[in-house]
């Protein structure tokens, strides 16, 4: 297979015409709006386990889907074949649709005066020049750095390297077409190893918009085996009250529950553990949470949302209170609001640190539970109540003991929040909300 990177946009300009052809032919059907999104993807990625080839896969999608409005009735279909046969008989679909579905008086295209006026290049489309050959022995590469590490690591789940390159456009019938390219590319080892017949596994990874900022392949190797022995030897530790610290990776989805309440969806079924919180005191004073869609690489930048809404700079929490909700328009008319442009999603939340690292938020904590693994799915996003499986390491006067296993923690999320004694400045830039360390004054941990 050669190379899959290509000098320019994949297919842009075509998709911004598939995209204007499919809003003409839904003009002329007599839709009172309409809104397409187009996509391609090229990807390859390699698997490499016990230093052979496990997978290879290559990837070149297409597809465009439609929405229409019509006497506030909706109706959408899609479809991958791109050809203009096809794009007529889909928007016929999504008008054959709408004929049955009822009218909802909150549904409709975001309105024209808040579609982007400027579409700014925020740096997101990288071409990686790696062919299969070259990504299977990266894989391979990263994993023997891994099994070399140490004696106890005997196993492996396999070293992926990975790379997308997508384009998006998307239109509306208030005249607005907007596209943008972005790329991702990552690597990953996962490994295992055993001591006193006792197995663990772990992981690591490193992901970017541009190549050149990954971690090298020995790098990733070394720290997913170095995270595996330090779990070697784990205990049970008994039931007790103490200070809990989430690693970056873990503290963002802890942020992210907070989020994930806070959406529009959430607000308007009444189903959220913060439910009419806006102005109500959520955090301490010091932690504030930032929307910046525009930083440069960022892995949620975007000059728009889902729905052409041009995204902008804003502060969600500030000082510890709930100043914003994540809106798209549909909700936003069910609150009686304007969207935040944020249909799709929140874009690069950061979360301001006002600790250290994690070595030095080990020693703020002075005896507790560094949380490295969650296990299970237990977070009732109504009530916030909090109980998950935890791996992780007890530490005893700022000093890491030994790792611990089989252990629950638990509690009320609103209450946790309120209990956030610290945040590191050690953001996790992999994902879409940057957050460091987070320390949690006390937690219940139940253990065996």
Same mark, same amino acid.
């Given at each position: 297979m050669g190379n899959i990177a290509t000098t320019g946009s994949p297919g842009q300009?075509?998709?911004?015409?598939?995209?204007?052809?499919?809003?003409?032919?839904?003009?002329?059907?007599?839709?009172?709006?309409?809104?397409?999104?187009?996509?391609?993807?090229?990807?390859?990625s390699a698997t490499a386990r016990l230093g052979d080839v496990e997978n290879l896969e290559y990837t070149n999608d297409?597809?465009?889907?439609?929405?229409?409005?019509? =006497?506030?009735?909706?109706? =959408?279909?899609? /479809?991958?074949?791109?050809?203009?046969d096809s794009i007529r008989e889909v928007v016929l679909k999504a008008c054959t649709f709408a004929s049955y579905t009822a009218a909802d008086k909150h549904a409709g295209l975001a309105d024209a005066e808040l579609m982007c %006026?400027?579409?700014?290049?925020?740096?997101?489309?990288?071409?990686?020049?790696?062919?299969? /050959?070259?990504?299977?022995?990266?894989?391979?590469?990263?994993?023997?750095?891994? !099994?070399?590490?140490?004696?106890?690591? $005997? $196993?492996?789940?396999?070293? &992926?390297?990975?790379?997308?390159?997508?384009?998006?456009?998307y239109g509306n019938s208030h005249g607005f077409v907007?596209?943008?390219?972005? +790329? +991702?590319?990552?690597?990953?080892?996962?490994?295992?190893?055993?001591? &006193?017949?006792?197995m663990q596994r772990d992981y690591h990874y490193s992901a970017t918009r541009d190549p050149a900022d990954l971690e090298s392949v020995s790098a990733i190797g070394e720290l997913a085996a170095a995270r595996t022995v330090s779990r070697l030897g784990a205990r049970k530790i008994k039931t007790t009250k103490a200070p809990v610290l989430f690693v970056p990776e873990l503290a963002r989805g802890f942020i992210g529950h907070a989020i994930g309440a806070l959406s529009g969806g959430a607000q308007y079924r009444r189903a959220s553990f913060l439910l009419d919180a806006l102005g109500e005191k959520i955090f301490p004073d010091f932690v504030s949470i930032h929307e910046r869609p525009h930083l440069l690489k960022g892995m949620a930048s975007a000059p728009f949302d889902a729905e052409g809404?041009?995204?902008?700079? %804003?502060? !969600?929490?500030?000082?510890?209170?709930?100043?914003?909700?994540?809106?798209?328009?549909?909700?936003? %008319?069910?609150?009686?609001?304007?969207?935040t442009a944020n249909a799709g999603g929140t874009q690069n939340l950061i979360v301001a640190g006002n600790g250290?690292?994690?070595?030095?938020?080990?020693?703020?904590?002075?005896?507790?539970l560094i949380v490295a693994e969650l296990i299970g799915q237990g977070v009732n996003a109504v009530t916030g109540d909090y109980s998950r499986g935890v791996v992780g390491q007890w530490v005893e006067n700022g000093e890491i003991q030994f790792p611990v296993h089989e252990v629950t923690i638990a509690g009320n999320l609103r209450d946790l929040y309120s209990r956030i004694a610290?945040?590191?400045?050690?953001?996790?830039?992999?994902?879409?909300?940057?957050?460091?360390s987070l320390l949690v004054e006390e937690m219940t941990i139940a253990g065996g």
């Open positions: 300009q075509e998709l911004e015409a598939l995209v204007q052809m499919a809003l003409d032919e839904a003009r002329r059907q007599g839709v009172d709006q309409a809104e397409v999104a187009a996509s391609h993807d090229i990807g390859l297409r597809g465009i889907g439609i929405t229409v409005y019509k =006497n506030g009735c909706k109706g =959408n279909a899609s /479809t991958s074949d791109i050809s203009a %006026r400027e579409i700014r290049d925020l740096d997101l489309d990288y071409a990686w020049p790696i062919d299969s /050959t070259a990504a299977i022995a990266m894989a391979i590469d990263c994993e023997k750095s891994a !099994l070399d590490y140490d004696p106890r690591i $005997n $196993n492996s789940e396999g070293a &992926n390297v990975s790379t997308n390159r997508g384009t998006r456009v907007g596209s943008y390219s972005k +790329s +991702s590319h990552s690597i990953n080892c996962v490994v295992l190893g055993s001591a &006193n017949g006792k809404v041009g995204t902008y700079d %804003r502060d !969600l929490v500030a000082d510890g209170i709930l100043t914003g909700y994540v809106l798209g328009s549909y909700a936003a %008319r069910r609150l009686g609001m304007q969207t250290g690292d994690l070595a030095s938020l080990v020693k703020q904590m002075g005896t507790g610290a945040i590191g400045t050690d953001q996790d830039l992999r994902g879409g909300i940057r957050c460091g």
